[in-house]
């Protein structure tokens, strides 16, 4: 399955491309009002105390929701897409919990991937099935 998973056989690079640069997007705006929260005097303490765990929610619903998105624009490989795109939001976050030697934005990063897969796994369609005759 991982070896599906990291092939790129049945890429529409278009699609992948559109899905890295959501990904990208996203993280940036999570970043930005993470950065903006623990900086405001009104919401310092709050995100402080709070910031993490608030963090690693919001980028897994929102990773979880350009996985679907992407999955669903995918004609097929719903969860390759997805997985693939997700790089767009993990890399960031490894290049600075790298620089900064930071292990909560590696497992940031870790949870961007896994968002990503569920919604890529949510996007996949359901299949019809007919009741049997008797």
């Not at 290049?95 to 990503?116: C, K, R, T, Y």
Request: charged letters at 10%; glycine letters at 12%.
């Amino acid at each position: 399955m991982f070896r599906h998973l990291f092939s790129f056989d049945g890429v529409n690079w278009w699609t992948l491309l559109g899905g890295l640069g959501l990904n990208f997007v996203l993280t940036m705006f999570i970043s930005l009002g993470g950065a903006y929260l623990s900086t405001n005097p009104a919401t310092e303490a709050f995100y402080g105390q709070f910031g993490a765990p608030l963090m690693i929610v919001v980028v897994f619903l929102f990773c979880g929701l350009a996985g679907f998105v992407t999955g669903k624009i995918a004609d097929e490989n719903h969860v390759k897409h997805a997985f693939l795109a997700s790089l767009g939001a993990a890399v960031p976050f490894l290049i600075g919990g790298l620089l900064l030697f930071s292990p909560i934005q590696m497992m940031v990063a870790a949870v961007a991937v896994a968002g990503n897969m569920n919604g890529g796994m949510l996007s996949v369609p359901k299949p019809k099935y007919t009741r049997p005759d008797r």
